[in-house]
């Protein structure tokens, strides 16, 4: 043996309401040791990581924030089933303790699931300065399980946590079952439920928890169809008429007695339970009235002034991303062009050369260099949801979404959309109605995402110069209309029916921790790196594969060497001058590049698609680039970096912007632009949409995106026309 | 136990309570629509008329019959954002025509 003692492994679940601080807390017990991945099966994304401590290998999942265990959405399933079949060995529940009542909620319903825990009262600073003063050590005891003081943003008590789990997995914590009553009408109901339930033959062995069967109970009475589905299947048909029966009567029974449903009681007496417990562990309690938050809230929120502000923080962070981050974007182009420069001097001429210039320098290079801005972007949208004005921004806009037949939660993915579709997509699943979140999905495509960003900054940049950031933010509210358009034109035709009832918590302000933002922010750009990264340079690989083969035949090429010689002959012989030698060698060499582009894979497609672009004002350069722009938004302008570079002759490099203007007028741009806004994001976002709304979903967001980009394009074209 | 059950005690005892201010209330004000309700006051709330998933939902984000709210921001049509369990929560027109609450008469 070689000595070591093997450590042991725990599983860990973390489970607490939105905004409890619970990611912040597995940032802190975690370290940079995680991973984002889907939950098997479903898209619904989790976090899961690995911590060493002592002898310890923790293996901790950071499961979907949710109020309560119902299964009215997919995140509260998840975790239910989470903590149900895969039986972490300890939960560990986040509360946010400057809201106890209503985050202790969670609590009871993890205790009705008879769950190892360790509670976790974060944010404790708030807890002192809310006036309430608590009996720690009886609060402990009344639930069942030991209570840490956190504060996650200061670091404050993830070892205490660490050591807490470790007792509880060693059983050093006395483990009871804290029972919950329900009131006298609804816990001879559950009796009932409970005594038929175990004389089924599915429930008919040693190892079941008495417990369990009375959990189970609950929910049905709850009515909680997954339960019941889940139950109907391992029952035979009697069986079954059994349970329908007497769930009907004793829903009706309760009714009949109480006047409420069954649902309500059992709310009602947790609330009880945790308010009881509360009241007995409280020490002293003083109201507060009109905390800090509320005073903020009153001007942000105000009826005249709500929306103004609003509108400025999005004109502020637009101005932010463009003028600001142009800088380092600058900066980067710099580096990829010495780096260009450097292969050019190392490597000896042929296609190995050209593939790294051309192709992946370009390519990929092309795409890096809006790292920076779209950085920026991504620590705004972060600095918005961790301060809480994300969840005031859906108040301010629930009024206008509602006229478009959705309300405010609709807006929040549609900003995150700003960003990135994809991880908008996967944000709807906060919008229980499936009318909702399909009409929110459709049009999230017209938020424009951070890969159509380096499309509008080449444009408009090249064509608007001074105007750039106006004419780009047009193009964003431009999108913003089409959306507001088509969510009313979907709501009408395709999905009719009322909008989901709007509630959301508006969370306390909170000043957002510099370490919290830049994790949000890495995550999301690391997403964006690794798309360069693969996806981008494999299509980068096929686009410049494309434009190089088949390569022009012999006869070209020796004609083109019989005229350079002649060029050449002619000067020496001094029948022309050095200006005029100049000049047929670029003239020549252009004629080249452009036989060779013809005569390449990507020209013949081009030219043969061109009709089509054509009513559009596009040549085959951009109509190419619109192809390839499927792949992903980010690869237009690299399929434009491509198609200049090698367009144009190798000596003298000419910067794409300066082609661009020589090639297309202001209207070709402004209307190339629109173009790219209206047609569906990238195949990774079809992907997810596939998997999150159906194959049918999907293709009519292709072909409804395609038809309108195309059509609305058109009609800017052709009216344009006689204007420029 | 002997804790859990002087809880449930306790809990019964508030119940009752409930059901006693319940009454007094009647008297005291009318039962009027949380849309109607005026910025800066208290209710209680006396009924949610909704189906099973929205008062679950309700519920869990701590609206529960029986409890006082306070009326933080009223719009104009918009929605509106009340105070509950130390929460502030933003709620739709729909929803607030589908609360029923009575005014606490501060003394």
Redesign the interface.
Known sequence: MIGKIKNKEISVALVGSPNSGKTTIFNNMTGARQHVGNYPGVTVEVKTGTKKYKDYIFDIIDLPGTYSLTAFSEEEVITRNHILKEKPEVVVNIIDASNLERNLYLTTQLIEMNCKMVLVFNMSDLLNKSGLKLNLELLSQLLGAPIILSIGTKGVGTQEILENIIKIYNEEFEHKFVFIKYGDEVETEIKKIQELLSKFKFFDHESLNKNYLRWISVKLLENDELILAELLQNLSEEEKEKINLILESSVNHIKRITGSYPTTLIAEARYGFVKGALKESTIYHKDRELSFSDKIDQVILNNFIGLPIFALIMWGIFQLVFKVGDYPTQWLQLGFNKLSELFTILLPEGYLKSLIIDGIVAGVGGVLVFTPKIMLLFICIAVLEDSGYMARAAFIMDRIMHRIGLHGKSFIPMLIGFGCTVPAYMCTRTLENKNDRLITMHINTFMSCGGRLPIYILFAGTFFQKHAGNIIFSIYIIGIFMAVLFAKFLRVTRFKGESEPFVMELPIYRLPTIRGILMHMWERTWLYIKKAGTIILAVSIIIWILFTFPSINKGLLEEYNAQINQIEINYLEGKISRSEFEKQISTINAWLSFKKLEYSTAGRIGHFIEPVFKPLGFDWRLALASITGMVGKEVVVSTLGTTFSIGSSHNEKEDLRLALRNTYNLLIGFNFMLFCLLYFPCIASLAVFQKEAGTKEMFFQVGFTLVLAWTVSFIVYQIGKFFI | ?G??H???L???K??KTIINKKEKNKEESKIILLAHASQGKKYKIVN?AGG???????????????DIIKV??Q?????M?IA????????????AH?IEVAEVLEN
Request: glycine letters at 14%; proline letters at 2%.
């Open positions: 136990m804790l859990n002087k809880l449930n306790e809990f019964k508030e119940n949610i099973h998933c929205l008062i679950s939902r309700l519920n869990a984000m701590g609206i529960i019959n029986g933080i921001h719009t104009w049509g918009g929605p954002t509950v369990k130390g929460v502030r929560i933003a709620l739709g027109r729909g929803i589908k």
